[in-house]
């Protein structure tokens, strides 16, 4: 299983990206997929889970209401929709397998090489 995490960049507060994930694996519809984050000097925290089929998903209190995660397996894709960004947004942002819906994952999982998100005006 590979993953694969771009679109992030810099932008002001208030701004948007999106992010997508592509993940290279033989059944991605029945695979969970979650992004996590990682600002300098701080531990890694999950952002937002999905389930296979996209009728779960689970957001961090302090993203809820601002980002947004869908997956279109066809593409073998999972976007992280971010709005109205704020500068504790900033750090890597990385998508990872096997996401458990509270901000953790089961081990072993897989993790994409993260892309960097820098909020700042």
């Known amino acids: 299983v590979q993953l694969q995490a771009s679109g992030g960049g810099l932008v002001q507060p208030g701004g948007y990206l999106t992010l997508a994930c592509i993940v290279t694996v033989y059944t991605l519809d029945q695979e969970v997929i979650g992004w996590f984050r990682q600002a300098p000097g701080k531990e890694r925290e999950g952002v937002s889970c999905i389930s296979s089929s996209s009728a779960r998903t689970w957001y961090a209190d302090s993203v809820k209401g601002r980002f947004h995660i869908s997956r279109d397996n066809a593409k073998n894709t999972v976007y992280l929709q971010m709005n109205n960004l704020k500068p504790e947004d900033t750090a890597t942002y990385y998508c990872?397998?096997?996401?458990?819906?509270?901000?953790?994952?089961?081990?072993?999982?897989?993790w994409g090489q993260g892309t960097q998100v820098t909020v700042s005006s």
């Open positions: 990872a397998t096997d996401c458990d819906y509270t901000g953790s994952y089961y081990p072993p999982n897989y």
